[in-house]
């Protein structure tokens, strides 16, 4: 069984290349497992086949998602297999994230002498336009702002998917409706014209002057010639970077857990307590940090994580803390892996007396400083708060929110008991942008889940830890690349593909 490194799992439409270096073998080929994905094909004769068939996976950020590769060769017609237990060779594995026309473009317009369509004024034209479909229909993909009382208009510049203007076929026909906005919604037709992505990209040019044409007009009329120019004024194309593009060049999500020890948890010695520790089955808490953690940790590359709680007492003295290190150590917090983070967890509650009351503010803006010491791209921070309660320091948790928001950080809160959590659901803003002070959030940057919902009917079991995890981390990568995109950060270039020692990597472009 493989699984993958965040930097080969498999990205949206990601295409695969496999080469291999074995043992002496003949005739080698390879089965890939994905619920019985695919074959490759046979290669003769060879100790160090390069495999040509690529497999198309979808990628899913929020899952982890597990690769087994089987092997035979053949030898008189057998298929045979490789001795148990015993190395047989290596496997290679490169992966790269199919594109899919992820470019936009950006261009500008203006028109010059279309027909005056209004009786008391000029006109008040607009552009709509048009994709062509394969059936030879044409969709709507854009319309312009309407610009009032003039023949001669300058739109504003607008943005638009390459996708969603020609699917990513630049020869495909792009129709251009122009328009006299009237008020009652009769607008009346000035004229039309056609282009496709491969003109506009030519930018500024003679080839980009438009006569507008009223087929039904020039029917009418013999010395009728257009009803106005438009013309392209710019035109330019940016790529829209993905999650992938910068976990492959270089950034690194770094994860950190806090818990809550306040005392409405319950003594954690007593089995109603949602912090005792059963010997057999993990508590809520320790579920819910496994289930986040074992996904997120692999897009870390030394898995070092700090740990927090909050709300309870500290040895010796009993002073209240809502920020305090799992492991003891205010100089280092760090656990190694989540098995390091359980460990510290487990430590914590035969020290610490449990208290009060729920803040959320210390560990979010502890998170924050972090976050707004490196605001590069380099780093990604996301915070794992799991509580049982309600939130006692509503307004300045909010206030740390909306200053979070400016920073690469991403919150993530679960609910665990019975308590009701409208508080955390505020939070989560996904119906309305939290604020504070009059000001609002610059992204959403929260997502919060009630642990029960992932329960069985007697709150004993884990309907699905999988199903818990996709939840919580779905809205990752949107709200990473709403940071990224929001400060103009581009991704680093990946590094080259691995090549192992005298093997030829082929790398083939889809």
């Known amino acids: 069984l493989l699984i993958l490194p965040p930097f080969l799992r498999p990205a949206p439409y990601t ?21 019985s994905f695919g074959r490759t094909e046979v290669i ?33 017609f057998l298929l045979h297999r490789g001795i148990p237990g015993k190395k047989c060779g290596t496997i290679v594995l490169s992966a790269e994230e199919l594109s899919n ?32 479909n394969e059936d030879g229909t044409f969709t709507i993909c854009h319309k312009t702002e309407v610009v009032k ?61 438009y006569e507008v044409i009223n087929t039904k007009k020039k029917m009418k009329k013999k010395k009728y010639v257009h009803s106005g120019t438009v013309t392209l004024l710019s035109f330019s194309v940016e790529s829209e970077f993905t999650f992938l593009d910068y976990i492959k060049g270089g950034t690194q999500i770094n994860f950190t857990v806090a818990i809550d020890f306040t005392a409405s948890n319950g003594n954690p010695s007593q089995s109603t307590s949602l912090h005792y520790m059963n010997p057999y089955q993990l508590n ?42 799992l492991n003891g150590n205010m100089e280092n ?91 955390m659901v505020e939070l989560d803003g996904d119906d309305i942008r939290i604020s504070s002070r009059g000001k609002l959030a610059e992204r959403d940057i929260v997502q919060f889940v009630p642990f029960r919902d992932y329960m069985d009917r007697t709150g004993n079991h884990v309907l699905s830890m999988a199903r818990l995890a996709k939840d919580v981390l779905a809205e990752i990568p949107d709200q990473f690349i709403s ?18 020692p005298g093997h030829t990597h082929h790398h083939t472009q889809i």
């Open 284 to 325: 809520a808490y320790a579920m819910a940090l496994k289930a986040v953690g074992e996904i997120i940790q692999d897009y870390d590359s030394d898995k070092m994580f700090p740990a927090l709680g909050f709300g309870a007492k500290l040895p010796p003295d009993g002073r209240v803390s809502h920020e305090f290190p």
């Open 15 to 35: 295409s695969f290349s496999f080469s291999l270096q074995v043992r002496p073998m003949l005739f080698p080929s390879v089965s890939l497992y994905t619920f």
């Open 483 to 500: 940071y990224m995109k929001s400060r103009g950060i581009k991704p680093n270039p990946a590094p080259p593909p691995y090549t192992p």
């Open 333 to 423: 917090p760090y656990c190694n892996g989540i098995e390091g983070i359980l460990e510290a967890y487990h430590q914590s509650l035969k020290t610490v007396q449990l208290y009060g009351p729920t803040n959320f503010a210390p560990v979010v803006n502890h998170v924050a400083r972090y976050a707004a010491a490196v605001q590069d791209g380099s780093q990604y921070f996301v915070l794992l708060i799991i509580t049982d309660g309600v939130i006692s320091d509503m307004a300045q948790t909010k206030e740390a929110i909306v200053n979070g928001a400016k920073l690469p950080m991403s919150i993530i809160i679960v609910g665990v008991g019975q308590a009701e959590f409208d508080a």
């Open 44 to 76: 003769d004769n060879t100790l160090n086949p390069d495999f040509v068939r690529k497999y198309i996976l979808d990628y899913f950020f929020e899952e982890k998602q597990n690769l087994r590769f089987d092997f035979s060769y053949c030898f008189l």
């Open 101 to 132: 026309c992820r470019d936009s473009a950006t261009m500008q317009f203006c028109a010059n002498k279309l027909d005056k369509k209004d009786f008391f004024g000029k006109s008040d034209p607009f552009m709509v336009f048009y994709r062509s």
């Open 149 to 209: 009382n003039t023949l001669n208009p300058v739109w504003q510049p607008f943005t638009i998917p390459v996708r969603a203007l020609c699917n990513g076929d630049y020869d495909r026909t792009i129709k251009v409706e122009v328009y006299d906005w009237d008020r009652d919604g009769s607008h009346d037709f000035i004229g039309d014209f056609t282009t496709s992505y491969r003109e506009l990209a030519r930018g500024q040019s003679q080839f980009n002057v």
